[in-house]
């Protein structure tokens, strides 16, 4: 079976600050992929970033980035320059490679004080 | 595109009524799932499909039904409400892209209500 935990359930940073959302996953697996997604209050899920367990190279959008570590399945996301837009509840998730299942975290909630 | 699209956006049931929330997505997309979101708990998955007249069962699928008589369409049926229900609901559609990458498309939500 395939666990996601979210250790944080909240997390506060400072306007233009960086902050990190933790990650750890639990699988069998040798193939998936990782995701992180928010949900601001609009309700909506949006894609922030995406990972290939297959690609050492830790993924990076804009401010946005991800410390992969394969070994210790971990995935934290890294905001940098933190803006009030991105507070917002973040979810980890985790899919396998065989398959379209995919697996959240309980989330983080993220607010970002001015 | 409008992408996906769930309606009703807000429903109240009594329990043991039934419903049908719906889902439709028109990107072709293979892939529709089915979450529910509750408090403390993230997303779970109730049913998936991998295509026209493929569905299977999730982490929570009781009290659930589902068909995929199109690519377009998948509706989830409630066939006796419980309070335990309630909850805000989620489909996403979602397809196989380069190097075997996977992007899941969400609706906006259906939070229904059961008394």
């Known amino acids: 079976a395939q666990t996601v935990t979210q250790s944080q359930p909240e997390m506060s940073v400072q306007e233009a600050e960086t902050v990190t959302l933790s990650c750890t996953y639990d699988?069998?697996?040798?193939?998936?992929?990782l995701f992180w997604y928010k949900q601001p209050p609009s309700r909506q899920m949006i894609l922030v970033i995406r990972q290939e367990a297959y690609k050492q190279q830790n993924a990076t959008e804009n401010r946005f980035s991800v410390n992969f570590q394969k070994a210790a399945k971990s995935f934290s996301l890294k905001i940098s320059d933190s803006q009030l837009g991105d507070t917002a509840m973040y979810f980890c998730a985790f899919m396998p490679d065989e398959g379209n299942q995919f697996y959240f975290g309980t989330g983080t909630s993220l607010t970002v004080i001015p | 595109n409008a992408g996906v699209t769930q309606t009703p956006k807000f429903q109240v049931l009594k329990t043991g009524q039934s419903m049908t929330l719906q889902c439709a997505q028109d990107?072709?997309?293979?892939?529709m799932s089915w979450y529910r979101q509750d408090p403390g708990m993230g997303l779970r998955l109730i049913h998936y499909s991998v295509g026209a007249g493929i569905t299977d069962q999730g982490e929570v699928p009781n009290g659930y039904n589902v068909s995929r008589s199109t690519t377009e369409d998948f509706p989830l049926r409630l066939l006796s409400a419980a309070p335990s229900q309630t909850s805000v609901y989620f489909c996403?559609?979602?397809?196989?892209?380069?190097?075997?990458?996977?992007?899941?498309?969400f609706g906006p939500g259906t939070r229904l209500t059961v008394t």
């Open positions: 990107m072709n997309h293979e892939y």
């Open positions: 996403a559609s979602s397809y196989e892209g380069p190097q075997g990458s996977y992007e899941q498309y």
């Open positions: 699988t069998s697996e040798n193939n998936y992929y």
